[in-house]
Nanobody, 128 residues
Framework: QPKLVQAGGGLVQPGGSLRLSCAVS????????IGWFRQAPGKEREGVSC????????FNAHSLNGRFTISRDNAKKTVYLQMDDLQPEDTANYYC?????????????????????WGQGTQVTVSS
């Protein structure tokens, strides 16, 4: 059973930075992706970024304007989300998730329905 354990998050002032991490374990797949999603109170879950395990190919939501960067450390089996120039509208609960490719390799998508396992979530609050 895959397990995703998140760390990071917290309170930051506007313009600040945070890094979230997602340590994955408990599975052995050749093809999969890790994605980051967020959900603010009263809003729908929003896809943020994803990274394909096989080669590190990434996709980011265009609305982020390049402020967030997803990366990985294969040795540590950990995926990171570096968030820069944070703004109050980035306040949300952030989740990492695992998309186990069921039909061979492909690009990753930030579509929540593709992801079968989720981390516990971590709160990010941007406020002065």
């Amino acid at each position: 059973q895959p397990k995703l354990v998140q760390a990071g998050g917290g309170l930051v002032q506007p313009g600040g930075s945070l890094r979230l991490s997602c340590a994955v374990s408990g599975f052995n797949l050749d093809y999969y992706a890790i994605g980051w999603f967020r959900q603010a109170p009263g809003k729908e879950r929003e896809g943020v970024s994803c990274i394909r395990h096989s080669d590190g190919w990434t996709f980011n939501a265009h609305s982020l304007n390049g402020r967030f960067t997803i990366s990985r450390d294969n040795a540590k089996k950990t995926v990171y989300l570096q968030m820069d120039d944070l703004q109050p509208e980035d306040t949300a609960n952030y989740y990492c998730a695992l998309d186990p490719y069921k039909n061979g390799n492909r690009q990753c998508y930030i579509i929540a329905g593709l992801y079968d396992w989720w981390g516990q979530g971590t709160q990010v609050t941007v406020s002065s």
